[in-house]
């Protein structure tokens, strides 16, 4: 497993990953440190430094929607084999104050420069009570958003969200976002949410949220925490059996580590 490093521009590859194809990433976020409302124990980019970075963003070192849409300009024409372009990069995009704005340029140059290709988050879901930051996500065709737990407790400890964040008010927004995606990262050691009871109320939150697709998979490269352990692909395999069962509609992704 290797660990990555931080992005040190606002587009980033095209990267091969597993779970979207070639994708070409978009940093909206400070080159220097991440910027996250969760301090999870698999970051591949380690733990959170201070508590400043866990979600006090100043505008002065972030990309303006003018220079997200100017680099965009610059890159999409250049790369010919991408499959989609992906929010992500150092930390949690949608804490960005300027973030429905900016899922506008991004769309805009979209169609402008590669009309078809969809527009992906990889987003934490922290923020979805926040309204403009629905109405952003809204705009992309792939919201995929985290759940990773089925009980604040685990959701506590695996997560470590900012102080007041809630899973439930976590549940409530993803279901007034209509059309998404989950993502869910397995992991047993110190922390497992792939216990029986863990599962069931993970999948209670699936049912009230109504995803169109599931993605589910453990880490695969070096996490924060180094005791935590991978989930056993057969113990994914076996939450995808019951995911499939529960959400006839959605579709079931497993990804397992190379």
Known sequence: ????????????????????????????????????????????????????????????????????????????????????????????????????????????????????????????????????????LKMLERPIMKLDAGTQETFDLLNRPNSGVRLDSIIDGLSKLGRLEIQTLFVTGPVDNTSEKEVAAWLEHLEKTGPRAVQLYTFDRVPAESTLVAASPERIEEIAALVRERLPEAEVQVFLPK
């Open 1 to 136: 497993m290797e660990n990555r490093h931080l992005q040190q521009k606002i587009i980033y590859g095209p990267i091969n990953s597993r779970r979207l194809g070639m994708s070409l990433g978009v940093n909206i976020l400070p080159t220097e440190n991440k910027v996250c409302s969760f301090d999870c124990l698999y970051c591949q980019y380690g733990f959170t430094d201070s508590q400043k970075e866990r979600g006090h963003v100043g505008s002065e070192i972030l990309p303006t929607p003018v220079e997200v849409a100017a680099a965009l300009a610059d890159a999409l024409p250049a790369h010919g084999n991408i499959d989609v372009l992906t929010l992500a990069g150092n930390g949690e995009a949608t804490l960005h104050p300027d973030f429905c704005k900016i899922c506008e340029v991004v769309v805009r140059q979209r169609d402008m420069y590669r009309p078809g290709l969809p527009v992906c988050i990889l987003c934490n879901s922290s923020t979805v009570g926040n309204a403009d930051v629905i109405t952003g």
